[in-house]
Each structure stands twice: as structure tokens, then as C-alpha cells.
């Protein structure tokens, strides 16, 4: 009985407390940001359907190189060969720019990545290019354990892998840089900075959250500057740090530290991929940040010597620091009437990092991008804007909840210690008390 009436307070006590806190969204979207999370279906709307093409084959201009436009060049190259895919990147070559560490491919993601035949062999249980999760654990500044999130079917796969899979058979134009796009009775026209134009039935804007096609699309899209300054690296696991080895066995660890500072900890192979980022303290403090400001940060804002050690010993080579901007919650969407051009990923819904939503989501827009190409029409687009829209907007309230959470300060951070404290202990006791009955139950089953 007293089992079952402590099960009850921690599963919904919390709720209520935190209903009535002002840090009420980001508690519940870090208790849920990390699982699939559903979209509510467009009613079909009342307008005319008629095709965009009556060529034979449909030219898909895209411009960005990214991995939800590769995704969708696959999808649309293995589902028609009515289709012609043309893709135009930026950067010079496939190795001309970092592409970041690791990324997270939680279920959504995972779902659509199976569907593409060239990842096939990186994906498939043999591969080792990838790392399973188990869960999502938030720590505080102490090295202790809050709680852990399951994290169903996650893993994390090296950005530079999952793109060079993607790129496999693909026509890529390197160093093209958009400019703008022109729409005609029978098409679109892109033009780039090198005075080169090409005409196609249809142009996907995949270019990123610095969109350019976006820019022309929606003039009036704007991101909100953070004020939040990130910087990651990459330190090799060791025997000294026992704490972080058993808090990142098969889990990507979050720790709280004190003044809105916060720690990202993913293990690797054979090393931890960190990100450390705060709430900026004055006006471009992201400029000439040095290693030993960093190691500074690591002493002032957590109290465990092995985030001290973490840091100084991480490689020379940092991504970033950077600031981190995000979309306006949008509440009404912007992309409906457009006809012969859309967007993609976050060219779309620029959102933050920390709900690991990005990536995914684009994914998820590639697949329903693609799937309208069966039957392409003013329609079927409009249909795929508004699906899009519902999910990345969801997504990007979810990052940004988060991202609000792990960076609070003052009498917020108060608040949300607290509630993770309680937790904490709740958790404990729940665990001595039913200790017994696991000890029992291992034993029946031996």
C-alpha cells in the first residue's frame, strides 16, 4: 500500500507543483521532449487540385546539402525514376566544412532513415557506427543523478558517416551558392552567385536556419537571438573519471550547473563528446573565449573535479562558440499558397539543440515531402506545409522550453532544483523500499 500511494506521488504530484510554476512547460517538455511526440492532421482544405507538371519527368531543384535534403534527394530517387533530383551546395566540397560530432536519431527519425536503402549497411545491427541508448539522465552540479528518461530506440550515429552514406549516387553541385529564384507559368528558375541559372519544376529550400530561400519565401521570418552561447569538443574517456564513466554507461548525461551554465556529456567509442553552454554576461563574450576561461567556467559553476578535468583535457579542436537562435512559437502557418517552392528542415523551424528534435524532424519532413510527389499538385503541397508546420513548430516550442529550463537562473533555477531534488529523493526511496521484492523476484526467475 504505501508502495503504490509513493508510485502515485511521483508520477503525479509533480505535475501538479509544477503546473502551478512559471518553469511549468520546460519540466514537463524535458520529462517528454525526448520521446516521438504525435502531430495533429491538416483537414483537408477547399481548393482546387490540379497537377504542377505535365512534363514527363519533374525536375526537384534543392538547395542545401544538408541531411534532410540528401535524405529527401534518396527517398525521391529510390521511389520514381520519373524524377530528376538536382542538389546545389555551398560549400566548396564534401569535406570543406565541420559538420559536428554526433547526432542523435531518436524513433522519428530512425523510421524514415530505414526507409533509404543506401544506409542500409550503416544502420543494420553489425554496423559500428553507431551507439545505442538506454536513457537521458539529468544530473545536478554535484555529479548526482536527478532522474533518468527513457530513451526507447536512440541512437548516435557521427554526423560526417550519416552524410557520406547519403550522398551515395547522388548529383551534387558543390560550391553553388543561391542567391534567388524566379517562378514561372511552367516552373521555378534558381540563380546563383556565380551568374549560372537553372529552371526546374519544383525548388526545396533545404539550406539551414540562415535560409536563403526562406529569406525571399517569407520576408518577414524572424529568429530570436538566445543570448546563449554553446562550445563543444571532445576529451578521451580515462580511468579518472569514474564518476562520468558510470553516469554516461549507454546514456547521454545533462548537468546542471549553478548561473544558468549547463553540460552535455555523450559517450563515444572511446571518448566524451561535451558542450558547455551558459547564459551570455555581456555583449559578444562568445569572442576570443580562451581553453582556460573555459576550465574557469568548469570550476566556478560545478562542484565535481571531473568536469574540471573533462574540460582541460579536451582536444584542441572546439565547435564553436556560437550563439543559439530559434523560430517564434508560431501559432498560424506561414507557408500555405506557395506553388512551386517550400522549405525543408530548418530552413523551416530553426530550433535550438536541446531537445535533440532537429535532425529528426527533418527527417520526418523528407518523408512527407517525398511521399507528395506521388501524386504532386497545389494540394498535396499545401497538405505537406501544414503537416510540416504543425510537427516543426511543436518541436521548436519543445526546444526552446528546454532550452530555457537547463539555462534558468535566479529564483527559477531555485525552483527547478528543488522539484529535481524531490524527485531525487523520492526516487531512492522507491528503490529501497521495493528492493526486496526485485531481490525476490530475481530469485524466482534463477
Known amino acids: 500500500m504505501l508502495f503504490t500511494q509513493l508510485e502515485q506521488l511521483y508520477y503525479s504530484s509533480i505535475d501538479d507543483i509544477i503546473f502551478l510554476l512559471d518553469i511549468a512547460s520546460a ?25 504542377m507538371s505535365t512534363d514527363s519527368v519533374t525536375v526537384v531543384l534543392i538547395i542545401g546539402g544538408g541531411l534532410g535534403g540528401l535524405a529527401l534527394a534518396q527517398l525521391l530517387s529510390q521511389n520514381s525514376s520519373s524524377i530528376k533530383v538536382l542538389i546545389f551546395e555551398r560549400d566548396e566540397n564534401e569535406y570543406s566544412r565541420e559538420q559536428g560530432y554526433c547526432i542523435g536519431i531518436d524513433p522519428t527519425g530512425l523510421n524514415v532513415l530505414h526507409k533509404i536503402r543506401v544506409l542500409n549497411d550503416l544502420l543494420s545491427d553489425q554496423s559500428n557506427s553507431y551507439v545505442v ?51 514561372l507559368d511552367d516552373g521555378v528558375e534558381a540563380y546563383f552567385e556565380d551568374g549560372t541559372s537553372i529552371r526546374g519544376t519544383i525548388l526545396i529550400g533545404c539550406d539551414g536556419a540562415k535560409s536563403v530561400v526562406r529569406s525571399q519565401l517569407l520576408p518577414n521570418f524572424q529568429r530570436t537571438d538566445l543570448q546563449v552561447v554553446n562550445i563543444g569538443s571532445t576529451t578521451e574517456q580515462a580511468d579518472d573519471l569514474k564518476k562520468i564513466q558510470n553516469l554516461t554507461r549507454n546514456s547521454l548525461v545533462r548537468i546542471l550547473g549553478l548561473q544558468g551554465h549547463t553540460l552535455l556529456i555523450l559517450p563515444f567509442r572511446n571518448i566524451y563528446m561535451w558542450a558547455l553552454s551558459w547564459k551570455e554576461e555581456g555583449p559578444h563574450e562568445e569572442e576570443n573565449l580562451s581553453k582556460n576561461q573555459l576550465i574557469d567556467k568548469a570550476r566556478r559553476f560545478f562542484r565535481d573535479d571531473e568536469v574540471v578535468r573533462l574540460i582541460e583535457r579536451s582536444s584542441s579542436t572546439y565547435l564553436g562558440p556560437y550563439h543559439l537562435y530559434t523560430a517564434q512559437c508560431l501559432k498560424t502557418n506561414p507557408f500555405s499558397n506557395h506553388l512551386r517552392v517550400t522549405l525543408l528542415g530548418d530552413a523551416a523551424h530553426p530550433m535550438t539543440t536541446h531537445a535533440g528534435k532537429g535532425a ?19 494540394q498535396t503541397l499545401s497538405q505537406y506545409e501544414q503537416k510540416m508546420f504543425k510537427r516543426g513548430y511543436a518541436a521548436v516550442k519543445m526546444s526552446l522550453n528546454s532550452t530555457q529550463m537547463i539555462h534558468a537562473t535566479g529564483w527559477h533555477a531555485a525552483v527547478r532544483d528543488g522539484i529535481f531534488s524531490i524527485i531525487r529523493y523520492i526516487s531512492t526511496l522507491i528503490s529501497l523500499i521495493t528492493m526486496p521484492l526485485r531481490y525476490w523476484n530475481r530469485k524466482k526467475d534463477a
Open 27 to 51: 519540466i514537463t517538455t524535458i520529462l517528454q521532449g525526448y520521446k516521438s511526440y504525435a502531430y495533429v492532421e491538416q483537414k483537408e482544405r477547399k481548393k482546387n487540385d490540379y497537377p
Open 360 to 378: 529528426n524532424t527533418a527527417f520526418a519532413d523528407a518523408e512527407d515531402l517525398a511521399n507528395v510527389f506521388q501524386n504532386l499538385s497545389l
Open 133 to 183: 541508448l538506454s536513457s537521458f539522465r539529468i544530473v545536478n552540479r554535484y555529479l548526482q543523478k536527478c532522474f533518468d528518461i527513457n530513451a526507447g530506440e536512440c541512437k548516435l550515429i557521427y554526423r560526417n558517416e550519416l552524410r557520406r552514406a547519403l550522398l551515395t549516387n547522388l548529383n551534387v553541385q558543390w560550391n553553388k551558392r543561391f542567391v534567388s529564384y524566379k517562378v
